[in-house]
């Protein structure tokens, strides 16, 4: 991810991935190139979610 990202922005990003994976598989096939850099971008979005998660937890200790 180029800049970074709030928590909520990150949840946000997750969402509307997801909805254009789903469009884009229907439409094409899971097969189909942009399913695959969408689903790549997807595991980013959700390993950055859970370094913030990572974050907060060394906080509360």
Request: charged share 25%; with cysteine.
């Amino acid at each position: 991810m180029g800049s970074t990202l709030t928590y909520d922005a990150c949840v946000e990003r997750i969402e509307k991935l997801r909805e254009k994976m789903i469009i884009t598989a229907a439409q094409k096939g899971m097969q189909d190139p942009l399913v695959l850099k969408y689903s790549q971008e997807l595991d980013q979005a959700h390993n950055y979610i859970l370094f913030l998660d990572s974050l907060n937890l060394e906080k509360l200790t």
